[in-house]
């Protein structure tokens, strides 16, 4: 019986949890992809910072390259490019979600081609080639758009799963 009233308890404040999260994303996605950026700029940054100063403090005891100490010094570099090109970084991910849609297009193709060589059903694989390339072209002439609205629907639907979540957690009978 306690174990149902600690589901509920759970699953309601969970819910809460996503709830808020959809509301934020949804409404503010333009402010919530700077506030990510900037998480992943400091996290990089003090990454960066930690392997870099654990290198100049660390025992000797075998010589290292110079990629030691390189690698943290790139890391800090790009925590502090992040922190200051806040647009730049929201396009990229753009870019790299258009990167993806192509590889999917191509796959997609050879697959569509492989198909038809064997005489099988390949407009499916063919379509779904057209969207991905569609998709990957629509998001490099606007990723900076295209992953506002990808941080939109994710809030809808975290609003959604919150909703429901709650709903599930307060009709939960117990047993």
């Known amino acids: 019986m306690d174990i149902i009233k600690k589901l509920k308890s759970f699953g309601i ?3 809460i949890i996503a709830l808020v999260l959809g509301i934020i994303l949804t409404f503010k996605p333009v402010q919530t992809g700077i506030v990510l950026n900037t998480a992943v700029g400091v996290g990089v940054l003090i990454m960066g910072a930690v392997k870099l100063i654990q ?5 000797k005891e ?6 030691y100490m390189i690698l943290p010094a790139l890391m800090v570099i790009l ?5 200051i090109n806040q647009e ?3 396009f990229t991910v753009g870019m790299i979600i258009a990167m993806l849609a192509f590889i999917l297009a191509a796959d997609r193709f050879a697959t569509a081609r492989s198909r038809r060589k064997n005489n099988l059903a390949y407009k499916g694989a063919f379509i779904e080639g057209i969207i991905h390339l569609l998709c990957g072209i629509f998001m490099c002439y606007n990723a900076i758009s295209v992953t506002i609205a990808i941080t939109i629907a994710t809030g809808i ?14 009709y939960l009978k117990d047993l």
């Open 88 to 90: 730049v970084t929201m």
């Open 55 to 59: 290198e100049l403090l660390g025992r």
């Open 13 to 15: 404040v969970f819910g």
């Open 62 to 67: 075998f010589e290292r390259s110079m990629l």
């Open 157 to 170: 639907y975290l609003i959604l799963v919150g909703i429901m979540i709650i709903v599930s957690s307060i």
């Open 79 to 83: 925590g502090i490019y992040i922190l």
